[in-house]
T-cell receptor, first 114, second 115 residues
């Protein structure tokens, strides 16, 4: 079984500042890792994913994340945030293979202030 | 391409009633997964349908059931509604073919309120 812990429930940040949203996972098997974003009253959109290979993955909207197997972490970063990045961010994990169920963290609410 | 669509958008029911939620997958997708997202929580996996059969199931009671039709669309049925069933119900579609990973695309969800 897998589990996900998002270490911060809320992250306030000023516009153009860097941000890091933290995610740790546990699993007894190999995993895929994901970050999704959810804007108010909308569905979930995939930001980026780690399947294999390079541990630094780049996603949409300038976000990137680094897979650290020894620390079982997959933290999300952006060097300079915009007001439009205000949203809920979810880290998720699945076992490797196609169409495996996603196990989700509780989410981190990112509030970008002017 | 309309993407994943869900209906209705919002629904209000009373305890004990039954509800049916519907999902049309993205064009070319044959696999549908359902998730429940309670307010302030992350989504929780309910079940997944492929080839009109339930292939995976999460820790949800038998009150939650589903169906997949030959055109790959899907329904989620919940019987004997409880207050705790109030949530956003998300449908995700994906493809079973090709590589070892195919992205799950999410619909906007159905907001169910149980009074």
């Amino acid at each position: 079984a897998q589990s996900v812990t998002q270490l911060d429930s809320q992250v306030p940040v000023f516009e153009e500042a860097p941000v890091e949203l933290r995610c740790n996972y546990s699993s007894s098997v190999s995993v895929y890792l994901f970050w999704y974003v959810q804007y108010p009253n909308q569905g979930l959109q995939l930001l980026l994913k780690y399947l294999s290979g390079s541990t630094l993955v780049k996603g949409i909207n300038g976000f990137e994340a680094e897979f650290n197997k020894s620390q079982t972490s997959f933290h999300l970063r952006k060097p300079s945030v915009h007001i439009s990045d205000t949203a809920e961010y979810f880290c998720a994990v699945s076992a490797t293979g196609n169409n495996r169920k996603l196990i989700w963290g509780l989410g981190t609410s990112l509030a970008v202030n002017p | 391409d309309a993407g994943v669509t869900q209906s209705p958008t919002h629904l209000i029911k009373t305890r004990g009633q039954q509800v049916t939620l519907r999902c049309s997958p993205k064009s070319g997708h044959d696999t549908v997964s359902w998730y429940q997202q309670a307010l302030g929580q992350g989504p929780q996996f309910i079940f997944q349908y492929y080839e009109e059969e339930e292939r995976q199931r999460g820790n949800f009671p038998d009150r939650f059931s589903g169906h997949q039709f030959p055109n790959y669309s899907s329904e989620l049925n919940v019987n004997a509604l409880l207050l705790g069933d109030s949530a956003l119900y998300l449908c995700a579609s994906s493809s079973s073919s090709g590589s070892s990973y195919n992205e799950q695309f999410f619909g906007p969800g159905t907001r169910l309120t149980v009074l």
